[in-house]
T-cell receptor, first 113, second 114 residues
């Protein structure tokens, strides 16, 4: 069985500061890993995905994530936060490209001026 | 521009009423899903479908039912709504094959049962 743990239900940063959202996973097989973002009153959108190619994955809006097998982590980063990045971010794992996703509880990113 | 549409976006209804949440997608995706989302909780998969006439229960037990008569349409029904059904329901679809876990989500239907 797979699981995802997102550390911190809320993360606050100032505009221009580094964004770091943490995700640790548990999987019995090499995982497929995803970050989704949910803006207020909208559905989730795919930010980026890791599917056993390069360990550093670049996504939309300047976000990237690094797969670290030894730490079972897939943390999401962005060098400089914008006000428009304020949203809820969900990490997800699956055990193949065909199976359903297991989501974490989400981390709300708050960006202050 | 949304390719997957959910109606209603918001619904407040009394206990015991029957409700249907509609979900339609224009991408021709075979696989469709319903997730339940509550604040501070994981998204829980409650139903999914591989295609027409296929429906499966997800990880979280739900009193709702679904049907898949047409590829583009995947409605969710609650025969008798209860306050415990108050939640946000997200519909999603995915491409076939190895892209099956790259999901496109609708904007959600927020249900409140009084």
């Amino acid at each position: 069985a797979q699981s995802v743990t997102q550390l911190g239900s809320h993360v606050s940063v100032s505009e221009g500061a580094l964004v770091l959202l943490r995700c640790n996973y548990s999987s019995s097989v090499p995982p497929y890993l995803f970050w989704y973002v949910q803006y207020p009153n909208q559905g989730l959108q795919l930010l980026l995905k890791y599917t056993s190619a390069a360990t550093l994955v670049k996504g939309i809006n300047g976000f990237e994530a690094e797969f670290k097998k030894s730490e079972t982590s897939f943390h999401l980063t962005k060098p400089s936060a914008h006000m428009s990045d304020a949203a809820e971010y969900f990490c997800a794992v699956s055990d193949s490209g065909y199976s359903t996703l297991t989501f974490g509880k989400g981390t709300m990113l708050l960006v202050s001026p | 521009e949304a390719d997957i549409y959910q109606t209603p976006r918001y619904l407040v209804i009394g206990t015991g009423k029957k409700i249907t949440l509609e979900c339609s997608q224009t991408m021709g995706h075979d696989k469709m899903y319903w997730y339940q989302q509550d604040p501070g909780m994981e998204l829980h998969l409650i139903h999914y479908s591989y295609g027409v006439n296929s429906t499966e229960k997800g990880d979280l037990s739900s009193e709702s039912t679904v049907s898949r008569i047409r590829t583009e349409h995947f409605p969710l029904t609650l025969e008798s709504a209860r306050p415990s059904h108050t939640s946000q329901y997200l519909c999603a679809s995915s491409e076939p094959g190895a892209g099956a876990n790259v999901l496109t989500f609708g904007a959600g239907s927020r249900l409140t049962v009084l």
